[in-house]
């Protein structure tokens, strides 16, 4: 079966004058005749010029700093000693700036433990010493490799012909092949390139089979480094790049220039591709090989070729993107959307807010968004709508679902986009290019686009723009249950890493025990009687806040202080707290060490308050009191709530903050718990609705030197992309943006009749 880029066109299919041998590029030039006979004192002669000319290059790179080392092994040193009577000449191929690294680098290689074996002949060093340090290439006859299984079969007869002409043997070449593999290693430990460069026209020219971690460190090196192109290396006008060899669909692009034809990334990979499994890595490079070269859609049959091979294969976004910007680029939308589908379909594939805003910016660019647009064939078959503000709405929900913002570069791009489809329709001022998007916030009617950037109201949560109200976005029951129900798993998990971690025995303790505790905690706010509470402490975090001095404590009349600010803004506080801190005297972490703490009348008196009053709820010992307050904010409080509806609404506010209940208030960031909870954007969703921030000053002992506090409270409107109906229908989406102001967002607003 015939694989886009798997086989290699024999010399009759090759118009002469791209007829190409696989040799090193490296090469002198030989126009017109043939290589001239050397008699031995030619020889000579010329090796010796041309070994110079090599030691005076690694030499002066050893006076600039690179060290060579020397030699472990005699036979290594009478190999060496030996190459000014034998080597062809070595001129660095027109003074290439990838030969000298790699002389360099190969002679490190060549001295090096990991190179040297003590069985190695003399004789053996010698040759393929002379062979590696060489800059000229030996002319063998075109390699035409086949798909898969003839590969590896075709490769050896390359090299019985190398073998052949160079009178190297197998045991010379396995030498070499050793040589340049420990040169892979050398290089990717020290992120260099350009010695990998020649290395690999030593391997095309040897027709030497790499094993397949080798090859994976070579595309490792050489697809991490920046683009290169090789068209300067080449010493006559034939290329010399693999792919040149490859058949797309039985065609080769005679008018392909040379620089453009070499790509040795996109070599290595299809070599890799062609004797093991492909991978994720070779794949991508191959595809942005091809998406190079303008085939974009064969690039995307090859990821379909191998995906059918192998069902298994995760391809991330990497590999999909060049040819998603392909696409939009030629303004092939349809193609764009067909592969953003897929994209959103691939488990591997993490869209970015930018790769959502170029599919965008194609679609606007070419009037996709307009009522009157010719339909996407393939948008009804993909669940899409096929032109309009639909299409619109469409895509943006699904951005909306992925991500949280994005970038003012972004919001000039999408702003652009539009201006060119919608301003001849529409009054759209056009700005330089480089100018800043200024903020515009004059009420439009509904007839009237909005594309604009505009500040959003901060007591309110209005659009000035277009009178819309932003949402507040909570997480679903879904995701409560999930962000529940991970709770529960991470104590029993925590509770056991503690209790190893300290060594106490669990003899007299049930399986299970810190989840079962954590269960309790849920039922008695579900089954308590009263008034639900809409404000849940950090009991530790408020004691502790800002007592990092010697005279630090616990401090429980923060605590105290806390909860009488809350109270006197109509809210009903609960503290949570590690039962430690309920005893008498116990370890406090304050000041440069832990030191034991005893409490005081006073600091008594508080907590025996709280607890009387029931607003103080004991974590047992050893179990993590913060997923305790966690819990509290997706608990019901099935009983004291009833069917009320605890969050409290901007317009109708009082004293109290706007936003959802309960709140829970801790400067606690959280590091160790956002992974394992949800997604990041659910997350961020989380704690924007429920977790508010506080700012005092810290307490001396029962003293405070001023009584004021801060607070950082929860968001009332989320931020985060969000679309919402206009009066007259139709949706106008906000887009918040990391660069500009908290309150800002990046609007767009189609009306139904464009």
């Known amino acids: 079966m015939a694989l886009l880029c798997s086989r290699w066109l024999s010399s009759s299919l090759i118009p002469t004058r791209h007829r190409l041998s696989f040799t090193s590029s490296l090469r002198v030039p030989r126009k017109g005749r043939p290589p001239p006979a050397r008699d031995d004192r030619t020889s000579a002669r010329s090796s010796k010029a041309g070994d110079g000319a090599l030691r005076d290059a690694i030499e002066s790179r050893s006076r600039a700093g690179f060290s060579l080392g020397k030699p472990s092994r005699p036979a290594l040193s009478t190999a060496r000693s030996r190459l000014g009577d034998s080597t062809p000449p070595a001129p660095l191929a027109g003074g290439h700036p990838a030969y000298e690294p790699y002389a360099e680098a190969m002679d490190w290689v060549l001295k090096s433990p990991r190179f040297l074996n003590r069985k190695d002949a003399a004789e053996d060093l010698e040759a393929t010493t002379k062979w ?11 390699l035409s490799l086949g798909a898969e299984g003839n590969a590896r079969k075709e490769l050896r007869e390359r090299n019985a012909k190398f073998r052949e002409v160079t009178k190297l043997s197998g045991v010379q070449c396995g030498i070499a092949l050793r040589a340049l593999q420990v040169l892979g290693d050398y290089c990717a430990k020290r992120s260099l390139s350009l010695p990998l460069q020649v290395a690999w026209e030593k391997v095309k020219e040897g027709g030497l089979e790499m094993r397949e971690q080798s090859v994976s460190t070579y595309l490792y090196v050489l697809g991490s480094s920046p683009s290169l192109s090789l068209g300067s290396i080449l010493s006559s006008e034939a290329g010399n790049s693999i792919l040149d060899l490859l058949s797309v669909e039985g065609v080769v692009n005679n008018d392909t220039t040379l620089e453009e034809k070499i790509d040795i990334p996109g070599e290595v990979a299809t070599f890799h591709d062609l004797l093991y499994k492909p991978t994720e890595n070779s794949i991508t490079l191959r595809v942005k090989g091809m998406v190079a070269k303008g085939f974009a859609k064969k690039a995307e049959a090859l990821v379909d070729t191998l995906k059918d091979k192998d069902d298994n294969m995760l391809l991330r976004l990497r590999t999909y993107l060049p040819v998603l910007k392909a696409y939009c680029d030629q303004g092939d939308c349809d193609s764009a959307l067909k592969l953003y589908h897929r994209m959103q379909n691939s488990p591997g594939v993490i869209m970015e807010p930018e790769n959502y805003v170029l599919l965008f910016a194609a679609l606007a660019e070419n009037g996709y968004f307009k009522s009157t647009s010719p339909p996407l064939p393939s948008a009804p078959g993909l669940s899409y709508p096929p032109m309009g503000p639909a299409l619109l709405d469409a895509l943006a929900e699904q951005m909306a679902a992925s991500v949280l913002e994005i970038t003012s570069a972004s919001a000039r791009r999408l702003y652009n986009a539009f201006y060119t489809s919608f301003h001849s329709t529409y009054a759209i001022p056009q700005f330089p290019p480089l100018a800043t998007l200024p903020v515009n916030n004059q009420t439009v009617t509904p007839e009237e686009i909005i594309l604009d950037r505009v500040t959003i109201d901060s007591t309110t949560g209005k659009c000035p723009r277009s009178n819309i109200k932003l949402r507040l976005i909570l997480l679903d029951d879904e995701n409560r249950r999930k962000f529940h129900d991970g709770l529960l798993k991470m104590s029993g998990v925590t509770y056991q890493q503690y209790t190893d971690d300290h060594g106490f025995s669990l003899k007299d303790e049930a399986e299970g025990h810190a989840e079962k505790e954590l269960r309790k905690f849920a039922q008695f706010l579900d089954e308590r009687q009263g008034e639900p509470f809409t404000a849940i402490i950090d009991g530790a975090n408020a004691a502790y806040f800002g007592q990092n001095f010697d005279q630090g404590r616990f401090n429980y009349h923060q605590i105290q202080f806390l909860v009488d600010a809350l109270e006197s803004k109509g809210e009903r506080a609960l503290v949570t707290i590690p039962q430690k801190y309920t005893q008498t005297s116990f370890f406090s972490n304050t000041g440069s060490r832990a030191k034991r703490q005893y409490l005081r009348e006073d600091e008594i008196e508080i907590m025996n308050r709280l607890d009387e009053a029931g607003k103080l709820y004991k974590v047992p010992a050893r179990c993590l009191d913060d997923y305790y307050w966690m819990l509290a904010s997706v608990s019901n409080q099935t009983t004291s ?32 718990h956002k992974m394992e909870l949800l997604e990041p954007r659910l997350f961020r969703r989380w704690t924007s609705s429920h977790l508010v921030n506080y700012n005092f000053t810290p307490f001396v002992g029962m003293e405070c030197v001023d009584r004021e506090i801060g607070f950082v409270p929860v968001d009332f409107f989320s931020r985060e992309i969000q679309g919402n109906v206009r009066d007259g229908g139709g949706m106008v989406w906000h887009f918040p943006v990391q660069d500009w102001d908290t309150d800002e967002r990046f609007s767009i607003g189609i009306p139904n009749h464009s």
């Not at 709530?641 to 609404?649: H, I, K, M, P, Y």
């Not at 317009?651 to 801790?666: A, K």
């Open 641 to 672: 709530r009833g069917s009320r509806n605890l969050d409290v609404d901007s317009e109708d506010v009082g004293d109290r903050w706007p936003g959802t209940r309960p709140m829970l208030l801790s400067n606690d960031q959280m590091r160790d």
């Open 132 to 142: 590696l340090l060489s800059a000229e290439g030996v002319e063998v006859d075109l």
